[in-house]
């Protein structure tokens, strides 16, 4: 009898050296499925991995803007490709090309054997919080984020003409036709580990409804609230991972948010500033933890932690198998 396969969905955009990297680490009982970001130029990714069978680079690819819908809908089109192959994965895996396991994969796949009934997404209720002031930023006033006929998305220019666009439209709040209240709205982190029937219901609910969930496509950060809030309003809202921190903080400013996304965190290591790129001087905290990735990682910046991460899980196979 065949084992099932893990079903890895990777969001990349830059660094083909780490994806090709993280693939090959990975490369067990898997199945990859990659959305290169339409902005890239993706023959530098597909080059890599001639004779990969189990690498489906997914051609249903969008323009990927940060805090749009469009990293939504890039993951729905990965999932929907996955889908569509009707293989019994033991679980889907959302990853991005700025993450590597700090497991070895035999270690990974009996993490989710031995957790088949959970589901690995955690949330707050964002509708329900105390102090929602700047998560309300997220999710009650008009903005704008995608704006597919831009490609250069990282200039200066273009981050201040973003910005001044938001500034106007966040002035407005969402009528009640978008912001209806139906169901509450949840928040945590992007990166998730979900079993085969709980993805397929969410993205059932969501075709089913989808003008009911046309806040995502307006607000700020849906990739941290889309599936979030499908999954706390499905069948499965009590299967989730419930050791860790899943009580909101208390949100003081800003960068508390960014904090209380981190403390939300699933299977990954993340810092608290959302943005800090880890190098080999963080070996130490990552040789100590419980999950099975670290994210964020890159060629250039962390090649040093990545060569001593491989060195631990090829030391770490030789005591298990000795």
């Known amino acids: 009898m065949n084992e099932e396969k893990i079903c890895y969905l990777i969001l990349a955009y830059n660094d083909p050296k780490n994806l090709y990297r993280l693939v090959n680490r990975l490369n067990d009982r898997s199945d990859f499925y990659i959305h290169i970001d339409k902005k890239s130029d993706i023959k530098e990714f597909t080059a890599l991995f001639d004779g990969y069978p189990n690498v489906t ?5 969008v323009k990927v803007y ?5 990293i939504v809908q890039a993951e729905l089109n990965l999932i929907e490709t996955a889908l569509n192959r009707q293989i019994p994965y033991l679980r889907y895996v959302l990853l991005s090309g700025s993450d590597y396991p700090i497991k070895d994969t035999k270690e990974i796949y009996h993490f989710f054997e031995q957790n088949k009934d959970t589901e690995f997404i955690r949330g707050i209720n964002l509708d329900r919080l105390e102090n929602k002031e700047l998560f309300g930023l997220h999710i009650d006033l008009w903005q704008k984020h995608d704006y597919p006929w831009i490609n250069k998305a990282n200039t200066k220019t273009f981050k201040i003409f973003r910005a ?16 209806h209240h139906k169901f509450d709205l949840y928040h945590g982190s992007q990166w998730w580990a979900l079993t085969d029937g709980c993805i397929r219901e969410l993205v059932d609910t969501y075709r089913a409804n989808e003008r009911d969930y046309l806040n995502f496509k307006i607000g700020f950060a849906s990739d941290e609230k889309f599936f979030h809030t499908l999954f706390f309003n499905s069948s499965y809202r009590n299967r989730n991972q419930v050791n860790g921190p899943d009580q909101p903080i208390a ?26 790129w880890f190098s080999d001087k963080d070996f130490d905290e990552i040789k ?28 770490n196979e030789v005591n298990t198998n000795e």
């Open 57 to 61: 680079f997914i051609k249903d690819r």
């Open 66 to 70: 940060w805090g749009g819908f469009s």
């Open 164 to 179: 001044v666009i938001n500034r106007v439209l966040r002035k407005f709040s969402l009528p009640k036709s978008i912001r």
């Open 251 to 276: 949100v003081k400013d800003r960068t508390e948010t960014s904090r209380q996304t981190s403390l939300l965190a699933n299977i990954h290591i993340i810092d608290q500033s959302m943005t800090k």
């Open 288 to 315: 100590a933890s419980d999950k099975l990735f670290v994210r964020k990682v890159s060629t250039e910046k962390s090649e040093k932690l990545l060569d001593a991460i491989d060195q631990q899980i090829l030391e």
